[in-house]
């Protein structure tokens, strides 16, 4: 998303939500860079799952210096090179199975953008260890797209408590309702529930 379209989003839902308006005040993004190495991106997006921001970014670090982002490298690992980077047993499988995707076929999944929102997420869930959190994360950070929204995010879910003042945690399709009111921005939205946490 180019900062003109994060613009543009951030005057559309001042109106549509006041709450989250004066949220977005009070913030400034900048733009979103799509990523054009989806091997990179779903790699990432897999260690990064149910493990926190801080420990995803160490073991993605790691995991980059020793595969330099290269699905033969990563496949080519030792048991102890791969102890090392601190990926568990399952993630191991899921990323070897996605590498292996990349070797047969470089270029199998540079159609995504032109696909929906939707076909990409029945698309990427066909990969194991990538489920609809994961396929929603790529639409965002690596294509870009506008208007997705995670419900089961725990970010977003705390982002969503804090910006309301809710001290319970309404259920994913009460979640959803209250993201209807952000479309067709609830990217930009979310990009600032998940801002608002460091602040």
Known sequence: MTEETIRQAE???????????????????????????YFHALASSIISQQI????????????QTATKLKPAKFLALAPEDIKAIGLS????????????????????????ERRTDEQVIEELTEIKGIGKWTAQMFLIFTLGRPDVFAPEDRG???GLMKLYGLDVLPPKAELELMADKW?????????????????
């Open 11 to 37: 005057k559309a839902l001042i109106k549509q939500d006041p709450v989250l308006g004066k949220l977005i005040k009070g913030q400034k993004l900048g733009p979103l860079t799509p990523r054009s190495d």
């Open 52 to 63: 926190s921001t801080y420990a995803a970014r160490a073991i993605f670090a790691r995991f």
């Open 89 to 112: 047993g399952q993630k191991t499988k899921y990323i070897g199975d996605l590498a292996q995707h990349f070797i047969t076929d470089p270029n199998v999944y540079n159609h995504l």
């Open 156 to 158: 977003l879910q705390l």
């Open 183 to 199: 479309q067709p921005y609830r990217s930009v939205a979310s990009l600032h529930l998940w801002h608002s946490l460091n602040q």
